[in-house]
């Protein structure tokens, strides 16, 4: 009889635990056996899904992207038998979901209790951070991702375009002056990041072409939320996405400048996930609820 999902299992297990020898010590078997069943998918599928070394083990792409379809096809064995043996289809368990700090607080968050009255029986595992993670090894269901992405095998549902703007506090405008070109940032406190995508440089409109303008200043934050709050007490310049900071535009906490020379200095967001299609019910019941919502979200600024 075809044992392929059981093989599944046991591959799903290894890369979990990180180790033939630790999968094999939760499952109970040899570490010969286990390594012996990931050697019969490989073979069977012609591929390399795991590299091996005396160290330490490595997923490849094929076996991310085997990965995740498979820890859709077991969740999918799994809300079938829970339905057929409650006799109640809606989804039920538990989506983990990445966000960076801003996105999550401002735009998730507050869409969580609607949720919950519509899918009581799902749990959300709320990770907020802007570092990015790889969604195959944290095990993550959704990621909502902002700015360009890469070639991953993942499915994206575009959110919408975020505005980015070059902001200040009125205190820090007075003490130092308001920047009226893209030049004058040379002469300014700005607040950056510390990823390593992230290069200290504003792309700004100068003399009729777009140019990416070198900055500097006292602070590099690994999240947009501690440069928003540093602005608000006059730390310096910080360039956030619109959405992140329109209440404080609105109250009057932040103003606005460069604006003409920031224009079409936008990115777009995307919620991101394995699987496709085959994605288990309670993560196509989460995507169906929020995206939606978020695009409207977006869309008010």
């Not at 040899?30 to 590299?51: H, M, W």
């Not at 140019?211 to 730390?235: F, I, K, M, S, W």
């Amino acid at each position: 009889m075809d044992n392929r999902v059981g093989e599944m299992q046991v591959f799903v297990r290894v890369v979990e635990s990180g180790s033939f020898s630790e999968a094999a010590r939760l499952l109970r078997m040899t570490p010969s056996t286990v390594s012996k069943l990931i050697a019969r998918i490989e073979t069977r599928l012609g591929l390399r899904l795991i590299e091996r070394s005396t160290r330490h083990l490595s997923v490849t792409q094929e076996g991310q992207t085997y990965y995740a379809r498979a820890m859709a096809l077991i969740a999918d064995l799994d809300d079938i038998e829970r339905s057929l043996t409650t006799g109640n289809m809606q989804p039920k368990g538990t989506v983990r979901v990445n966000a960076s700090v801003a996105f999550g607080t401002l735009g998730l968050e507050p869409l969580l209790p609607a949720f919950w009255e519509a899918y009581p029986d799902i749990v959300i595992d709320l990770s907020l951070s802007d570092e990015m993670t790889d969604l195959y090894l944290d095990r993550t269901d959704v990621a909502f991702r902002v700015g360009r992405l890469q070639d991953s095998g993942l499915t994206a549902r575009p959110l919408g375009s975020v505005p980015r703007k070059i902001l200040a506090s009125p205190a820090y405008l007075a003490r130092y002056g308001t920047p009226q070109t893209a030049s004058d940032l040379s002469h300014h406190r700005c607040l950056g990041f510390n990823f390593q995508r992230s290069a200290p440089v504003w792309p700004l409109h100068e003399k009729g072409r777009l140019v990416d303008r070198l900055v500097h200043g006292p602070l590099l934050a690994n999240n947009g939320e501690t440069v928003r709050r540093l602005a608000l007490q006059g730390a310096g310049l910080a360039r956030l996405g619109e959405y992140h900071v329109r209440n404080d535009v609105q109250a009057g906490r932040l103003i606005e400048v460069l604006a003409d020379a920031g224009v079409q200095d936008e990115e777009d967001i995307y919620a991101l996930y394995p699987g496709g299609r085959q994605s288990p019910p309670r993560v196509r019941a989460f995507l169906d609820f929020m995206v939606p919502r978020l695009q409207d979200y977006l869309a008010a600024s």
